[in-house]
């Protein structure tokens, strides 16, 4: 049988920017993560609980019966007009609603990152972002061939002091990726004096600034500093998501900027999906202009500052003195600074039936090793317990 062989010729083919991996051991853990049979304390996913149910039926049929053709047919790159108009209001509710050309839907949050590259990006530019950062935009970028390089976080979020001394360094980079708010992975939130430093600093280098809003509304009640889109909208591209407060099935995103940009990132959607699906952006527009979005996530906050309060308990309980965590006040992560080597960490616990994430792939350059993920986002109150108990002897310090 020739099978391997073959595989081996298509494998040859791959285009050189597909080569760089995260890594076999971590490959490895990521996909076990997601495993059946374990406590799954791993993924970024939304619980099932909150998603919409039977009111979407509801609107799927009237769409049916209205005689209205837009949510069945192809729709405009920018998206339909109707549900464009209902997230510039949700934007505006933020401080800010995008002008004429400002405002895009795209499909996810990821495909925003993704248009970014394809536009912006050439072989070798220079991207910053948070070191730690969302594995997903760490490899959207790298996918384009950039060099992408970390920035450190504290729990304050982006230290901006530091960026400007990679700014100083130069080259000037094409772009910096953040997300200010309850940060992926870290659970960190950016202060409100450092976003006021951190558009001066783009203003000053004429850097533009990547806001991934993914959490923003999933807060547990504290005040929120502004978002950066609304503090600089002639620096700042504003990346959003549906994924995490109406379900991330419908795959709905959107990306607010200078309307130069987004112009360009509708003229590279053009040959991605051409738009984002019609069905799902009236689905959201009838959602949400009837009020239920709002319950949604008002439902949504209090089921995940729960599980928040239930983790950090236990981690309390259970870990308290060998370790050290953030404390996050929404979103769906928090962060652990460990005294033992987190793919260590993560394979033991994976035996012991508990699924975490190793810091490690979440860094761009070096960084991570002794750092683990928790996502208290779907287990049970009852499992995120049983999990970080089981945590509990497999650490030393
Ligand atoms: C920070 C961040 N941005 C974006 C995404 C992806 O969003 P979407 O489902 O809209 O592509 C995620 C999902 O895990 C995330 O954590």
New binding site residues.
């Given amino acids: 049988m020739a099978i391997e062989p073959e595989l081996r010729r298509w494998d040859a083919l791959f285009a050189a920017r597909t080569r760089g991996g995260a890594g076999e051991g971590l490959l490895e853990i990521l996909a076990l993560a997601g495993a059946q049979d374990v406590i799954s304390l791993a993924g ?1 996913f939304p619980d099932p609980a909150t998603f919409p149910g039977t009111i979407v039926a509801e609107i799927l049929r009237e769409l049916a019966e209205s005689g209205d053709a837009s949510p069945f047919q192809y729709a405009p790159t920018d998206g339909l007009p109707g549900p464009r108009d209902y997230v510039a209001g949700r934007l505006e509710r933020e401080g800010r609603r995008p002008g004429e050309g400002e405002l895009m839907l795209t499909s ?4 925003a990152l993704e248009l970014l590259g394809k536009a912006l990006v050439d072989k070798g530019d220079r991207v910053l972002v948070e070191a730690p950062t ?1 594995l ?2 760490i490899m959207a970028f790298q996918s384009f061939e950039a060099q992408v390089e970390g920035v450190p976080v504290d729990e304050d979020g982006l230290a901006v002091d530091e960026l400007e001394r990679l700014l100083a360094a130069g080259p000037a980079p094409k772009l910096l990726y953040t ?1 200010p708010d309850f940060q ?1 992975p870290a659970g960190v939130t950016l202060s409100g004096e450092r976003r006021e430093a951190l558009v001066e600093l783009a203003r000053r280098h004429g850097l533009l600034v990547i806001e ?1 809003l ?2 923003r509304d999933l807060h547990f009640g504290g005040e929120r500093p502004p978002t950066l889109f609304s503090l600089a909208p002639d620096v700042v591209l504003q990346a959003g ?1 549906f ?1 995490k407060t109406f379900f ?1 099935g419908v ?1 709905l ?1 959107w990306a607010a900027g200078p309307a130069e940009l987004v112009s360009k990132l509708v003229w590279a959607k053009q040959n991605t999906d051409q738009c984002a699906g019609a069905l799902g952006q009236r689905l959201l527009e009838e959602y949400g202009r009837r009020g239920y979005l709002d319950e949604q996530i008002v439902r949504a906050r209090k089921i995940y500052r729960s599980r928040r309060d239930t983790a950090m308990g236990a981690l309390e309980h259970h870990i308290g003195g060998r370790a050290t965590w953030t404390r996050p006040e929404g979103g769906f992560f928090t962060w652990l600074e460990l005294a033992d080597d987190g793919v260590a960490v993560a394979r033991r616990a994976l035996e012991a039936g508990v699924a975490i994430v190793p810091g490690r792939p979440f860094f761009a350059g070096a960084g991570g090793e002794s750092n683990i993920r928790i996502s208290y986002s779907q287990a049970s109150e009852e499992r995120i317990e049983d999990g970080i108990a089981r945590l509990g002897p497999l650490l030393n310090g």
């Avoid at 996810?108 to 495909?111: L, S, V």
Wanted: proline fraction near 6%; glycine fraction near 22%; aromatic fraction near 12%.
């Fill in positions: 970024g996810g949050a990821i495909e969302y997903g935009a997300i992926n991934d993914a959490y998501t994924s991330p795959r995103g």
